[in-house]
Every structure is written in C-alpha cells, then in structure tokens.
C-alpha cells in the first residue's frame, strides 16, 4: 500500500495564525513524502527511512520517535493488537526543518498508508486529526495550518477551531522559494514569540492584527485574480515577522536580494529564523530570481506555480 504527501508552504499570517488570526497556505508538489507499507517475513514492525538515516524495528525506537510515535498512534486509534509483521518505508524530498512541512507530510502519508494496509481507511477529517495530535507531540502550540493544507492538498485560508476553508485563485501566479539552508528551529521560534506576547501583549495583539488584515487582502486578491498586489503584501507581512523576531540575517540577506533582482515582493515563509523565504515574481523573471537567490546565499530554490 502506497500514499503520497506534498510539502507546503505558508503565503501570509505564520505566527498570528497561532493567536487566532487567519493564514493562507498552499502545497508544494514539486516535493514530496512517499510511503510503503507491505507484509514482513520478518516478526515486528521494521522501518526503513533512509532521509532521517533510521533503518530498524518499531520497539526500538524511542517512543516520541516522530515516525515511531505516528505508527504507535495508528495502532492505538484503529485498536489495532497485536501488531502485524509489516516493513514500512518512508522515502522523501522536502528538505527536513526547512519550514516545507516535512514532519506533517511524513505524517500524513505515514498514516494514510498504514490505515489503508490495515483496511481502515480514514477520512481527510480523520487523518487531519490524527495528524493534529502527532505534531501537538512535537511543536508545542501549533495553529493545525500545516497538518490541514497538506492533508486536503489544496490552498487553505486557515483559521484555529474554524471549519476549514479553501479558496481558489482568479489567475495563477508564480513564487520562488529560498532554502537559507539554516534549520528551521519553529518549536523555538513558536515559544519565543509566546514569551514576547506575554510580555507586551498590547503591541502583539497589534502586530497580530495588522497581519491579520493582511491575509485578508490577499484572499481578496488572489481570488479576484488580482496577484500582482501581493507583492507589497509581502514587503509587509516580512517587516511584521521582523518586528516578532522571527527573521534572521540569512532570511533578510535572501528577501532583499529577491527584490533587487525584480521580484515583486518577499518573505521569510513559516517558523523563520531559518528555514525559507519565498517571493512573488512574474513567470519570467522566475529563474533570473532563482539565480541571484543562489548568488546570495541560498542551499536550494524552488519554482512553483499556485493555481
Ligand atoms: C509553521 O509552519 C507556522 C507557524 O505559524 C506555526 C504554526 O502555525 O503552528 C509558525
């Protein structure tokens, strides 16, 4: 049994998405997260993950393992005892802790692969929970934007404890992702961002709100076929992550070089302080963007188109 997962990556609103704010996020399918799952000679649950440089059986890993802890969840969920002799294989191209969803992608496939295998087929509403529950384990506080995009694979405007909603775009536009290629340590960057807003909140919830609108405009114009504006968008949405803390010297070396090479906006994407930052560009300015990303710095570009 075989399943797929794409990586993702947030347009606007990281971080205030975790107060409440709306975010939009959109897969990436130019990387991907696959999993197999098959029947065993051998006894036990054997894994091999060759990205994370694991290769062994279940009940040796330590039980938060992130690949262990999602199968143990699926067993558990399924009343699944005792468990089956099967080899579970997770190969992936999304870059680990890049701010590109690695770990919810990995999850996700993870669980639709195993649930399949086990002739318990879960739905989207099923999986997106489960998955919730698994990246609770490891992120602390997450908003669930990860977890819903790329489960539903589509473009989200996300709102916490909301029902989700997607939305399409009036004319696809095309965005360049930088890869800083300094891990992105979001957990960290999460709590940080929470300590700052129990120190002043006053000047969070503002920050907080003004991204807000933000996202909202850019629904509005993404949907009325209007992308163009959401290059001041970005130049927007980045100097409130600066004012969070959340960027970096890296992040801001790559989104100023993207705007000297004729990208139309930019912004780190995600958790930040590593990770990626992504830019808007007309479809032919995307490889000479890519280009003076690597020139400044970037490990890794991206083209992708959001349709
Ligand atoms: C991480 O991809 C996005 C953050 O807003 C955290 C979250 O929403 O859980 C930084």
């Keep these: 049994m075989k399943s797929s997962a794409p990586g993702k990556i947030i347009l ?4 205030a998405v975790v107060y409440n704010r709306p975010a939009l996020a959109v897969p990436v ?7 197999e799952v098959c029947d065993s000679d ?11 440089n694991l290769q062994g059986e279940l009940s040796t890993l330590p039980s938060d393992h992130p690949i262990g802890a999602v199968i143990l969840k699926v067993f558990h969920h399924l009343g699944i005892s005792p468990r089956p002799n099967i080899s579970v294989t997770v190969t992936s191209t999304i870059p680990v802790a890049a701010g590109l969803g690695s770990g919810a992608a990995v999850s ?7 649930s399949s295998f086990l002739n318990h087929s879960l739905s989207n509403e099923q999986v997106n929970q489960l998955v919730f529950e698994i990246e609770k384990l490891h992120h602390g506080t997450p908003s669930g934007i990860d977890n819903t995009v790329i489960t539903y694979n589509m473009p ?3 709102m916490k404890s909301k029902p989700i909603e997607t939305f399409k775009c009036g004319k696809p536009f095309t965005i360049v992702i930088g890869d800083t290629g300094v ?10 961002v929470r300590r700052l807003w ?12 003004e991204v807000a609108q933000i996202s909202t405009m850019a629904r509005h114009f993404i949907e009325s076929g209007r992308p163009e504006h959401l290059g001041e968008l970005m130049d927007h949405n980045h100097e409130f992550l600066q004012q969070m803390t959340v960027s970096s010297p890296e992040l801001d070396v790559l989104v100023a070089a993207a705007c000297k090479a004729g990208a139309l906006g930019a912004k780190l994407s995600g958790g930040g302080r590593g990770g990626n930052m992504i830019a808007l560009v007309d479809q ?5 963007v890519a280009g003076a990303l690597m020139s400044a710095g970037a490990k890794r570009t991206i083209i992708t188109e959001v349709k």
């Excluded at 051998?42 to 994370?52: H, L, N, R």
């Excluded at 996700?108 to 195993?114: C, G, K, M, Q, T």
Aim: hydrophobic share 40%.
């Design 108 to 114: 996700v496939a993870l669980v639709r692969a195993l």
């Design 29 to 35: 399918d130019q990387v991907q997260v696959d999993v």
């Design 42 to 52: 051998k006894p036990g649950v054997w894994i091999d993950a060759p990205m994370v």
């Design 183 to 192: 891990p992105a340590p979001t957990k960290q960057s999460v709590g940080d």
């Design 198 to 209: 129990l120190r002043d909140s006053n000047r969070f919830e503002t920050i907080f709100n």
């Design 156 to 158: 989200v405007y996300y």
């Design 284 to 288: 032919a300015s995307a490889e000479s």
């Design 12 to 15: 606007f609103g990281e971080h």
